[in-house]
T-cell receptor
Framework: GIQVEQSPPDLILQEGANSTLRCNFSDSVNNLQWFHQNPWGQLINLFYIPSGTKQNGRLSATTVATERYSLLYISSSQTTDSGVYFCAVVWPGGYNKLIFGAGTRLAVHP | NAGVTQTPKFQVLKTGQSMTLQCAQDMNHNSMYWYRQDPGMGLRLIYYSASEGTTDKGEVPNGYNVSRLNKREFSLRLESAAPSQTSVYFC?????FGGGVYNSPLHFGNGTRLTVT
């Protein structure tokens, strides 16, 4: 099956700093999504981004499908950005099911 | 508009006991999913229901059964709980099957934290 690897596994930032989270995948994908799990455990869909670049406020994401990676950028980080960020992919051999990476745990300190 | 509602929020079981986790969505979504989340492993798909009346196995179905009761409700049953099933369980729904293939993002419930002793 497809492998989804996220890096770094853990990240600590001071409020106001910028960061880049990476998601590598081992096979072609039909689509890719980024999720944020807040400290209370809620999972929020951030981006549906099979290719190209999207922006939503301080967050943006870029997927280069031909090179099998996606990047999530967080600018001017805030304490509310803390939590775990997951990327998830759908691949042609996976019968349309989302496969999740292990996540990047982000802690933003004031 | 409640979205995806899971009950209960917390549960402790003894090995061998059975229980059913309930999930309901009010968004008129066709597809529903059950995931489990273990530390350091992301989310893994247990079972899914592409549409009302159908269910199918995901990555880790052993020890679980599901029922798509109607379009709104999708339950997960543990017939004989084992300590390895200690996890956080998430239900999700999407307008169409694929959770994104047709730009059909997943909406998650708040999870059920299950401990099996």
């Amino acid at each position: 099956g497809i492998q989804v690897e996220q890096s770094p596994p853990d990240l600590i930032l001071q409020e106001g700093a910028n960061s880049t989270l990476r998601c590598n995948f081992s096979d072609s994908v039909n689509n890719l999504q980024w999720f944020h799990q807040n400290p209370w455990g809620q999972l929020i869909n951030l981006f549906y981004i099979p290719s190209g670049t999207k922006q939503n406020g301080r967050l943006s994401a870029t997927t280069v499908a031909t090179e099998r990676y996606s990047l999530l950028y967080i600018s001017s980080s805030q304490t509310t950005d803390s939590g775990v960020y997951f990327c998830a992919v759908v691949w042609p051999g996976g019968y349309n099911k989302l496969i999740f990476g292990a996540g990047t745990r982000l802690a933003v300190h004031p | 508009n409640a979205g995806v509602t899971q009950t209960p929020k917390f549960q402790v079981l003894k090995t061998g006991q059975s229980m059913t986790l309930q999930c309901a969505q009010d968004m008129n979504h066709n597809s529903m999913y059950w995931y489990r989340q273990d530390p350091g492993m992301g989310l893994r798909l247990i079972y899914y229901s592409a549409s009302e009346g159908t269910t199918d196995k995901g990555e880790v179905p052993n020890g679980y059964n599901v029922s798509r009761l109607n379009k709104r409700e999708f339950s997960l049953r543990l017939e004989s709980a084992a300590p390895s099933q200690t996890s956080v369980y998430f239900c999700a729904s999407s307008p169409f099957f694929g959770g994104g293939v047709y730009n059909s993002p997943l909406h998650f419930g708040n999870g059920t934290r299950l401990t099996v002793t």
